[in-house]
């Protein structure tokens, strides 16, 4: 069985795995809204080196935009906020910023180990792995005509893809797997988090971050108990537009009741309104405007063409809002609320904490202290990843 693992390379993992979705940098950011709205996964990837594409096919650099990069982008910046149809406009190459981290694209034949050991390099969150040719006729839903043909002939491994896949061997990482999260070392006590009272627009810093860091933003309480969070992956299932009004102008606590809202039908009413009004008192009279008039139908794909044809109602547009939340193909689950947090304790085992955040698609766990239920940490898989890779040799594994 060990001789097995070790033999396997990174196209055994990309079996039945679509083709990415890869866009041009000059493609505008509302475009690339659309193509998310309307793709699987929860993000894109744009060339971070177009001049040299024609050249250099191996280890290509990609910058991942996601949902949340782009809100972020959004309110991260206070032109931004004032013109959000402005922002909107620009290419797409403004937003990744690193915060989302880049992904690198690998040989189909890279080893396990290769694969875990580019992951875990500093800013890399995801390897972009050639699909093998077949004969026939090549059909791909997901890439756009002016797509980065080196990119959209790929599929996507990501940390947790590979955590999952070494999860169905855990019983040959014993006794390591059996071992407190605690006593691994695993726990940072450096979580992103923000008090329910605080402004919206003061998560966002923080979110970059998390972003980054593959966790999210937690929400606490007075006495640090841990009340729900603001997580990237639940954003992927929300409306841009929208939910970056609620940042600019509601508390952390009211944002995470909006995006719970927009996951299912719509913010009440009272709400919306006092989303309205904040932004107007804030001078953020184009927000509000964009906020009125917003139309998730409307948003072109690129300068000359439209993802789809115009619908004569959100049940039948693949971008309407009946069409969300909806699960993703890889990352988390788009139908996740804002409340459904996953914890642990600084005594729960490794398999256990693994087996936590493969249930629910995520790649992080909160720990909380087990009788006050303050915050004390996070639980990466960056980190898991890492503890996982020392254990991956012959000697090891046939222990």
Known sequence: MAAHLLSHVAS?????????????????????LAALRAGADPFVFVDAEPASRGKK???????????????????????????????????VSAVGGGHGGVARRVDPQTSLLDAIDALLTDGCQALLVPLLQTRGRKRNHHVLPSSDAAAADCCVLTREDIVRHLFGSISHFSPVAAL???????????????HV??????????????ISDGTAVAVVDDEDALVGEICPG????????PVCAAFAALSAGDVMTYIDCSLSYAPPEFLVRSVRAQLKDRGLDAMAELMDTWDAASLPLSPSSSLSSSTS???????????????MSSGSF????????????????????????????????WVVDET?????????FADVLAVLREQIHPQALCR
């Open 372 to 380: 006050s239920g303050a915050l004390v940490g996070v639980v990466r």
């Open 197 to 210: 009272d605080d402004d919206g627009i003061d998560a966002i810093p923080l979110l970059q971050k998390s």
């Open 57 to 91: 096919t191996a280890a290509a650099t990609y910058v991942k935009v996601s949902v949340a990069d782009i809100l972020c982008y959004v309110c991260g910046d206070a032109g931004n906020l004032s013109d959000p149809a402005a922002a909107l406009g620009r290419p």
């Open 234 to 241: 639940v954003l992927a299932s929300c409306d841009v537009e």
């Open 12 to 32: 055994d993992l990309c079996i039945g795995r679509p083709r990415v979705l890869a866009l041009p940098p000059s493609t505008p950011v509302a475009a690339a």
């Open 313 to 327: 109602s959100d049940e039948e547009s693949p971008l309407g809002r009946a069409q969300r939340p909806r699960r």
């Open 334 to 365: 788009g139908w996740r609320s804002t409340e459904d947090v996953v914890a642990c304790h600084s005594g729960s085992s490794l398999v256990a904490v693994m087996a936590q955040a493969l249930a629910h698609r995520v790649g992080y766990v």
């Open 180 to 194: 407190t999260v605690d006593s691994l070392g695993l726990i940072r006590r450096d979580v992103h988090a923000v």
